[in-house]
């Protein structure tokens, strides 16, 4: 079986991406969401989180989000941190979640694969590139935020061509090129024999 890692910037539409896959059969991993997951069932890892950012970190047993993000996003040095914690630890749920999959690929989805190191447990990788003025506005009508925190929250990835340069494959998600031929292209490439990547 094939693992293919999809990664790009904020916005540009890993997850669009992603879905597609999904409609064409192909079993995807949400590395975000499987992160999220993680930190509120993982008791060494919560044990961890409680260690490094004190009991405020959880209220009733789950992450205190809103603390979190507050204590987080404004310190470069605690996001490192935060991340530092989770990463492995969602890097081995990816693992496990691999094993158990039957089909001739399976893609898993990591807005920051590079960055954690998850991109030496993937064969391949996808790249998803759009431009930075069409990032910010899908963000802000996704999210309801404004500019000025679309702008910060990228500011805080590696920089959208470094990441491509890295990736096997980039997929052009411009609203001029369309994506679903793309998608299709790899597909077609990922289910035929391993050979051919
Ligand atoms: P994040 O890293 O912030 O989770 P992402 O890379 O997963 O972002 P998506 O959530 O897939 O990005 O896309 C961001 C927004 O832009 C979504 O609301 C999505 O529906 C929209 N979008 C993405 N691609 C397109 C497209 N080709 N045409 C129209 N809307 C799009």
Redesign the pocket.
């Known amino acids: 079986m094939v693992r293919i890692g999809l990664t790009?910037?904020?916005?540009?539409?890993?997850?669009?991406?992603?879905?597609i896959f999904e409609v064409l059969g192909i079993p995807v991993y949400y590395a975000?969401n499987a992160a999220k997951k993680l930190m509120n069932t993982d008791a060494a890892l919560k044990k961890e989180i409680i260690k490094s950012f004190g009991e405020q970190s959880y209220t009733n047993g789950e992450l205190n989000r809103k603390y979190m993000a507050s204590v987080v996003f404004n310190d470069k040095a605690k996001l490192e941190l935060l991340n530092s914690l989770t990463h492995p630890v969602t890097i081995r749920d990816a693992e496990e979640w691999m094993k158990k999959q039957n089909s001739p690929y399976i893609i898993k989805?990591a807005?920051l694969l590079f960055e954690s190191g998850a991109n030496k447990t993937v064969d391949r990788v996808i790249g998803?590139q759009?431009p930075l003025s069409l990032?910010v506005k899908?963000?802000m009508?996704?999210?309801g935020i404004t500019e000025d925190e679309v702008i910060k929250?990228i500011s805080r990835q590696m920089e959208e061509e470094k990441k491509m340069s890295l990736c096997d494959f980039v997929l052009i998600?411009?609203?001029e090129q369309l994506?679903l031929p793309q998608v299709l292209d790899l597909h077609k490439k990922f289910s035929t024999v391993k050979a051919s990547l």
Do not use: F
């Open positions: 790009g910037g904020i916005g540009s539409g890993k997850t669009t991406v992603a879905k975000d989805e807005a998803v759009a990032r899908r963000t009508n996704r999210d929250r998600n411009n609203e994506l």
